[in-house]
């Protein structure tokens, strides 16, 4: 009973969901993929006899309501759509397939994002003859910035754990340099320390050199489209934790981002390039566009990016203007208080991304090729 009564609910809320007008026709193709995909589901149940496995219906029901869950999320005005833009800008590169980031609005103090199953999708495939185009690249993020693109850079970090998880870039750097050969983390034992443990312990320092690694390669990707606005946030939000078994400290944070975006050598960031060349991927570098704001935002202008590579430089920017702003605001800044120049600043962020999605719309529908 309740198999089948929350698939109608759930297929209810996604023809709720169809009716609205979005940013994103991509979304509302992928809304229009999912009631197919809980109709059939619905049609086999309904079967006499059911022409599907009930293990397998549950299994459905229980994505398709996740994926929901974020679509829900994605379809509200509280979404920064701006920095989704951005976010799916940098994906792009990283995959030759269609994916489309949908998010979610929480109410902590926290990021993460969520791959969709591909278990599911090959399943959909299978089973019910359905092959969807799209990959959701699920992200979540807190409700009080959700109009804040500044303090939104730890997106693309949670991107660079899904660029990570789906090219297996850690585990790659794992085969080639395990944890007893190094290099040598920060805060964790040395690879010689390591190769003398006993095997259990071997596996479980192991389990936290790959936690580590991953925060690594997963800062490094924000700073590459982000630059000092990923290093900036960070600091700003965990400015002196700890090491944990999952993450770095942020002072060893710090010394990588610094190194990377220096262009000074680094063995953790070598590491990390090597597995990105086996798995026969992009190596990082600084993707973004050095960007001068000042004239604009000076004048409480909006900036008018040319570029994927200017629109991630308006993050690098923009952190460096709102630094200044708020430490010494000058002419017309130095008017508004500290909260009103943090808005004002990311509101000008906003518009000037949304400048550049207004200007390749124009383009597309005057060459639609």
């Known amino acids: 009973m309740l198999l089948k009564s929350n698939l109608r609910l759930l297929l209810a809320q996604l023809e709720r ?81 269609d994916l489309l980031v949908t998010t979610a609005i929480i109410q902590e103090s926290n990021f993460f994002f969520q791959g969709g199953s591909e278990d599911f999708f090959q399943a959909v495939k299978d089973e019910l003859g359905i092959d969807l185009d799209s990959r959701p690249v699920q ?117 990588v981002m610094d190194d990377f975006l220096a262009g000074r050598p680094n063995p953790i960031v070598d590491l990390l390039q090597a597995a990105l060349k086996a798995r026969g991927l992009p190596q990082l570098k600084l993707n973004f566009a050095r960007v001068t704001l000042d004239d604009n935002y000076g004048d409480v202008r909006p900036f008018m990016p040319k570029s994927d590579e200017e629109v991630f430089g308006l993050f690098d920017a923009g ?16 008017k508004l208080g500290e909260d009103d120049r943090v808005r004002a600043i990311n509101d000008l962020t906003e518009k000037s991304i949304r400048n550049r999605m207004v200007q390749e719309a124009w383009s597309e529908a005057a060459d639609p090729r």
Request: glycine share 4%; with cysteine.
């Open 17 to 97: 969901l169809a009716e609205t007008s979005y940013f994103s026709s991509r979304l509302d193709t992928y809304i229009d993929e999912l009631r197919g995909v809980a109709s059939e589901l619905i049609s086999r149940l309904e079967a006499q006899p059911a022409s599907i496995n009930d293990g397998l219906g549950r299994f459905l029901a229980d994505e398709i309501w996740s994926l929901t869950q974020f679509l829900t999320g994605s379809t509200t005005k509280q979404v920064p759509y701006e920095v989704v833009y951005a976010v799916e800008r940098a994906a792009s590169a990283w995959t030759n397939k």
């Open 319 to 334: 952190w460096a203007f709102l630094v200044n702003q708020w430490s010494s605001p000058t002419e017309v800044w130095s």
């Open 139 to 255: 992200i979540a993020l807190p409700y009080i910035y959700r109009h804040k693109p500044l303090f939104c850079t730890p997106l693309f970090h949670e991107l660079g754990h899904f660029v990570d998880t789906q090219n297996e870039v850690v585990s790659t750097s794992m085969l080639s340099s395990p944890a007893t050969v190094g290099p040598d983390l920060p805060d964790l034992p040395t690879a010689a320390q390591i190769k003398s443990l006993s095997s259990d312990e071997q596996e479980i320092v192991n389990r936290v050199v790959i936690a580590h690694r991953r925060e690594y390669f997963a800062d490094l990707f924000s700073t590459a489209y982000t630059g000092r606005a990923a290093r900036g946030f960070l600091e700003e939000f965990c400015p002196a934790d700890d090491y944990t078994s999952k993450h770095p400290s942020s002072r060893a944070r710090f010394a």
